[in-house]
T-cell receptor
Framework: EAQVTQNPRYLITVTGKKLTVTCSQN?????MSWYRQDPGLGLRQIYY???????DKGDVPEGYKVSRKEKRNFPLILESPSPNQTSLYFC????????????FGPGTRLTVL | GEDVEQSLFLSVREGDSSVINCTYT??????LYWYKQEPGAGLQLLTY?????DMKQDQRLTVLLNKKDKHLSLRIADTQTGDSAIYFC???????????FGTGTRLKVLA
C-alpha cells in the first residue's frame, strides 16, 4: 500500500531533550516536506526537500533540523525542544511537480513540557 | 510575506451548496490548491487550479479563481454529512517548492 508513515504518533517529552520524528514513504517520491499544525494558524511549512541531500527552509524552520540521506526517509530533529514546539506535525511527499498530489502522513502529536 | 486567509467556520444544511473562500497576497502564485482534513487524519488533496485558469470543475467541486482580487473559492454542490471536515487552501509560487497554507475553514454539515 502506498503510504507515508510517521513515528512516533504521540510523544510527550521535556524541554531540552533531543528527539527525532521519523518519516518514510514507499512511493519513490522526490519531494518531502514537514509541516506543523496549530489552532488558528493552519499548516505552516518547516522544511522541505527536493531530493537526496537537497533541503530548504519553509516558513518556520527555527528550532528544527532535517536530513535527507535516502530518498524514502526525511527525519525531523528537534535538538533542544521547547514548549512552543508543542504541536501536531505532518510529513508529506509527492513527485517533483507542483501539480503532483502531496500525500500526508497520519501526524505526530508532540507535547513538550 | 505571503499570507493566505480563510474564514474559520461554515455551517450548511445537507443538500445545500457550500462555498468556502480564500484570499491570498502573493500575485506570483502559480498553483492554488484545496485540501480536506477529516478528524484525526492528515490532509488529502481535493483539487488544484493553475493560475492561468479561471475555473475548474470536478464532479461536485467547482473552483473559481479571481486573480485580480486574489480570491479563490471552492463550491461543493449537494453537500453531504461526509463533507464535514476542515478545508485548507494553499498556494505555491513560481521558482520555489514552498507551500503556503491558509488557516483552514471548518465545515459543518447539518442533517
Amino acid at each position: 500500500e502506498a503510504q507515508v508513515t510517521q513515528n512516533p504518533r504521540y510523544l510527550i517529552t521535556v524541554t531540552g531533550k533531543k528527539l527525532t520524528v521519523t518519516c518514510s514513504q514507499n512511493m519513490n517520491h522526490e519531494y518531502m516536506s514537514w509541516y506543523r499544525q496549530d489552532p488558528g494558524l493552519g499548516l505552516r511549512q518547516i522544511y522541505y526537500s527536493m531530493n537526496v541531500e537537497v533541503t530548504d527552509k519553509g516558513d518556520v524552520p527555527e528550532g528544527y533540523k532535517v536530513s535527507r540521506k535516502e530518498k524514502r526517509n526525511f527525519p525531523l530533529i528537534l535538538e533542544s525542544p521547547s514548549p512552543n514546539q508543542t504541536s501536531l506535525y505532518f510529513c508529506a511527499s509527492s513527485f517533483a511537480g507542483l501539480a503532483d498530489t502531496q500525500y500526508f502522513g497520519p501526524g505526530t502529536r508532540l507535547t513538550v513540557l | 510575506g505571503e499570507d493566505v486567509e480563510q474564514s474559520l467556520f461554515l455551517s450548511v444544511r445537507e443538500g445545500d451548496s457550500s462555498v468556502i473562500n480564500c484570499t491570498y497576497t502573493d500575485s506570483s502564485s502559480t498553483y492554488l490548491y484545496w485540501y480536506k482534513q477529516e478528524p484525526g487524519a492528515g490532509l488529502q488533496l481535493l483539487t488544484y487550479i493553475f493560475s492561468n485558469m479561471d475555473m475548474k470543475q470536478d464532479q461536485r467541486l467547482t473552483v473559481l479563481l479571481n486573480k485580480k482580487d486574489k480570491h479563490l473559492s471552492l463550491r461543493i454542490a449537494d453537500t453531504q454529512t461526509g463533507d464535514s471536515a476542515i478545508y485548507f487552501c494553499a498556494e505555491t509560487t513560481s521558482g520555489t517548492y514552498k507551500y503556503i497554507f491558509g488557516t483552514g475553514t471548518r465545515l459543518k454539515v447539518l442533517a
